[in-house]
């Protein structure tokens, strides 16, 4: 086993690694800018090394300074966390030129689920259901239209290396399409340096369901059950909870399977997600893989009993799957809110600063993953993410209830939260009878408006 991990990375996932490597008798080593000198990870870590000023690319995401601070260390591994260079295949690469092993998939692999049309392909070749699109890049706005045609409006523009609902729009007739296309390649160029576009048939209000499967270094491919994150704004999740609502115990298994067979052939290793898109007639189809561990990890951990980031250790250090997939329980059901800092009535503009009074709630069910303390400075340099409220309950009402109990006890003085959205969110009848879809803000919510009364 690893005697010491360095964490690249900062916040709530960083305290949670930490945790981990704790229970396991690892010892631990974080890194921080100039911004997180005082932060949480810095102080539960055995050891903590600055590696640069506030700006991600002079700190969290400077290869060099963080391969040098494992060396100086004496890591024997790296956990890159989600975000940052998590899914970055020449830092996975580096990290394996300098003999220390990246907690994730090979670089290979990264690289080849990272680019959304060679994932597509990959899946295509292996028979797994993909939305129908285009097979070769795109990069002209004029033969992206005549493939946009064969397709049939509306159809969903993507940057190849996009993510985090960047390089993406819709388009829906080709009166819209060529400025639609602009837009989006020109994010993926400022946001990727890729201007590689695919189109694909945009399916109207799915459900976003992602499977959480574990591969080992033996051939060993396991299905942890969905999540489903169909509650997001722009693109990028608010709420997950799992099992999903939307899915009977027939269509969960041919879909957790299909999910194994999709990590088989990429030929994943460690903790990954397989995202699907399900259609109202309840057809699937692959979307992307994630190659890291999720924000939304504690979800699947609740209904399992597993810990992903141990499993993910294990697996980086060589060792089989302790279980199978006949061994794989989904008992309850648990419910994750992100709290964020940033004002819902503001068009959700981030809103960091000092924490001048905190108190998050807890109980049995109820699980908090953060970093934040009374006093603490939320920097404006990072994620506005500051918590994750994850509940669990015996059946779905259960859950709901004991997360609208929790959100109305968190208190949060000094900055703006978007917790009086998320509890209008999880009190929504939409939401409540387990319908809502990835259209479901946009539908029900302005995006300007919540209630103040808990």
């Known amino acids: 086993m690893f005697q010491k991990i360095l964490i690249a990375n900062r916040g709530e996932i960083a305290v949670r690694i930490i945790r981990a490597c704790r229970e396991l008798g690892i010892r631990s080593v974080a890194v921080y800018s100039t911004a997180d000198q ?46 940052f260079l998590s899914e970055n295949a020449k830092f996975a690469q ?28 990959t899946m295509m070749a292996a028979k797994v259901p993909v939305v129908p699109g285009t097979q070769e890049p795109v990069y002209r706005a004029d033969y992206g239209l005549k493939l946009a045609q064969e397709i049939g409006f509306p159809v969903m523009i993507k940057a190849a290396s996009g993510g985090g609902g960047k390089g993406m729009r819709i388009s829906r007739s080709a009166a819209d399409f060529s400025e639609n296309f602009e837009i989006a390649q020109t994010e993926s160029v400022n946001g990727f340096g890729d201007n590689t576009m695919y189109i694909e048939k945009y399916i109207e209000n799915p459900r976003h369901i992602e499977f959480q499967i574990l591969a080992d270094q033996h051939g060993n491919v396991v299905s942890l059950g969905e999540r489903d994150c169909s509650v997001q704004r722009r693109h ?14 027939k269509l969960r298994k041919e879909m957790g399977a299909v999910a194994v067979r999709a990590a088989r052939a990429a030929n994943y290793q460690s903790a990954g997600t397989v ?16 190659t890291r561990i999720q924000v939304e990890h504690g979800v699947t951990e609740m209904v399992t009993g597993l810990d992903l980031i141990k499993e993910q250790i294990f697996i980086a250090d060589g060792q089989k799957l302790r279980f199978k997939q006949k061994d794989i329980q989904i008992s309850g059901h648990a419910i994750e809110c992100r709290l964020n800092a940033e004002d819902p009535q503001r068009n959700f503009m981030p809103c960091p600063g000092k924490i001048d009074f905190l108190y998050l709630p807890g109980g049995n069910g109820v699980r908090i993953d953060s970093a934040i303390f009374a006093g603490y400075t939320v920097p404006p340099n990072y994620d506005s993410m500051i918590a994750k409220i994850i509940v669990f309950g015996k059946d779905r009402e259960t859950a709901l209830n004991k997360m609208q109990s929790a959100l109305g006890e968190v208190n949060v003085e000094g900055i703006t939260t978007n917790l009086d959205y998320q509890y209008d969110i999880i009190t929504h009848p939409v939401f409540r009878a387990g319908e809502a879809t990835t259209g479901f803000l946009e539908e029900y919510f302005s995006g300007e408006q919540s209630s103040s009364d808990k």
């Open 236 to 249: 990028q999740k608010m709420v997950e909870e799992s099992p999903s609502p939307a899915l009977d115990s």
């Open 94 to 121: 580096m990290c394996k030129q300098c003999n220390i092993v990246f907690i994730g998939p090979d670089a290979d692999v990264i690289s080849k689920m990272g680019n959304k049309q060679e994932a597509r392909n």
């Open 38 to 83: 005082d932060a949480l990870h810095t102080m539960l870590a055995d050891e903590a090394i600055c590696i640069g000023k506030p700006a991600p690319a002079d700190s969290y995401l400077n290869m060099e300074r963080i391969l040098s601070a494992a060396i100086a260390s004496k890591a024997d591994a790296i956990h890159p966390g989600f975000g």
């Open 275 to 290: 995202e699907f898109l399900l259609d109202q007639d309840k057809n699937y189809y692959f979307m992307e893989m994630n």
